[in-house]
């Protein structure tokens, strides 16, 4: 930083009473004035649109009142992800306060697949369904809601996909803020975000109050579905972040209080890698219904058995996804060796569809290249999933190849597809084109950008509790990195999976545990330099047995 920027450091440091660490930080995320520092740490309910700014949403209030009348019957049908599940116990809940009592349906990805179907619909007709609310999903689903229209069904599509480049699904009413002609001022809502924007409409015209005891549910869906923090995003997640301890559902406060060790406060890193894969994991190995079925229990006393049984879809998860990531490892090496393209497009045969998510990912990681997996079905159909890195647009990419896919659909960083056997030379050979067309370049090992160099002495708890003020990190305001040069590793050892433990020590005072997750490698270049090095690092908590320590998660080390 230079001079003036320390100087801006320095004052709002003192008139907001805070670390000059976090001040700092501030200025380097672009804070130019006390008011900026200040907006950024109290967010103001004053970023929070008008939900009727929305296209399409009066036509939604309609709609649902319609609903509201006698032998109709309304169905929800989300999607198996954490922003489908957050979304669709969104509006079950919700509607029931206006007196619809909804059923719900999750797709399977080892029935149905992706999305809504022929058969799908079919099933809802047999069983009366007179009402449709698609969520998180039907924004590309043209040709099954044509159908369901032809079968006498009335349609509303919630979702905030973008849409296909087809035209827009024929519904009765359309609720996304990518449709051309909305100008709802947050684009970048998730599923459960347009779905609590249709209940704030709706509680406001029917004079119910307290629409916000939701938010802990759009927080979760935001943050798992790694959506950017507008300013209207931050502010319903960081209050829904704050409610999930003391959630009016029973569910979502078991949750907490197993998956989080009783922590005083929930953080966006622990939605992100400690409570959404745990409700993943059913719709990952079976069906997602387990863990909808959690965050819609009211019985408290039933919730405990009910976290227990995601338990164990997660170790199954594990143990899958561990055996397909070797398997996907050693293809990339035995076809490609040091030579990569610059896209990755990995298939096996029969591969267990719910991992090939989480496996993509680690493969992006490991590479640093977009990847996508695919596992070929015996019916020479080939299911994936595919995961970005900087630089590349899975949505663009699959786009420019839409005429190889059976389905399709997904956002820039993460989508997935289904694709005959036959055709996937000819979609390798076309993502390469592709990837040049969005002037991608593959680079060896991605870099590392930290805030801040600091001092690991000017890390403490108040730091901590700053950090916490600054949620929720995500988009465009990322988690913060820090670097400190001239650290001793004092303890390291390579731990199962690959991790790396250590401690680290700076001008032989403070000491602090550290962790390198899926970073083996790391321990041979720590020891070349002599256990002195420079590193790169996210400050976390970590908690055990109720006892909390500031502990490192090493980004990289120079």
Known sequence: MNAS???????????????????????????????DAYALLHCESSCVHDPFLMCGMDAAMEWVMEARKPGVSLCIFGDYDMDGMTATALLKRGFAEVGINAMWRLPCRFASGYGLSLTIVDEMLDQGVTHLVTVDTGITSNAEIAYAKEKGMRVMVVDHHQPSGDGLPPSDVLLD?????????????????????????????????NPERYLDLVAMGTLADLMPMTPENRYMTRMGLSRMHNSDWPGVRELCHRQLDNAEHVGGQDVLFRIAPLMNAPGRMEKPDAALELLLCDDKVMAPAMVERLYKFNDDRKKKEAEISKMSMDWVKARYGDTLPQVLVVDGFCWHWG???????????????????????????????????????WHKALFECRDLFLRWGGHANAAGFSVRQNDIEALRTRLQTVATDQNYEAISEPEVRPDLDIALAELDSTVMECLHDLEPFGGKFPYPVFHAEKVRVSKLREVRGG???????????????????GMPNLKAKINEREKCIGVSFEPTWNIYNGRRNIQLLIKSVD
């Not at 599923?191 to 209940?199: E, F, Q, R």
């Not at 992006?364 to 977009?370: S, V």
């Open 5 to 35: 920027e320390e100087l801006l450091a320095s004052t709002i440091a003192l008139e907001l009473k805070l670390p000059h660490l976090i001040a700092r930080l501030l200025v380097s995320r672009g804070c130019n004035s006390i008011p």
């Open 177 to 209: 803020p990518y449709q051309e002609l909305c100008s709802y001022p947050n684009k970048h809502l998730c599923g459960v975000g347009v779905s609590y924007k249709l209940i704030c409409a709706l509680f406001g015209r029917l004079g119910i109050q």
């Open 355 to 393: 991992v090939i998510g989480i496996v993509a990912a680690k493969l992006a990681q490991t590479f640093n290249r977009p990847t996508a997996v695919l596992s070929v079905q015996e019916d020479g159909v080939a299911h994936a999933s595919a995961r970005a890195v900087l630089g590349f647009n």
């Open 499 to 517: 991790h790396l433990q250590l401690e680290l020590t700076q001008d032989g005072r403070h000491s602090f545990a550290a962790i390198a997750f």
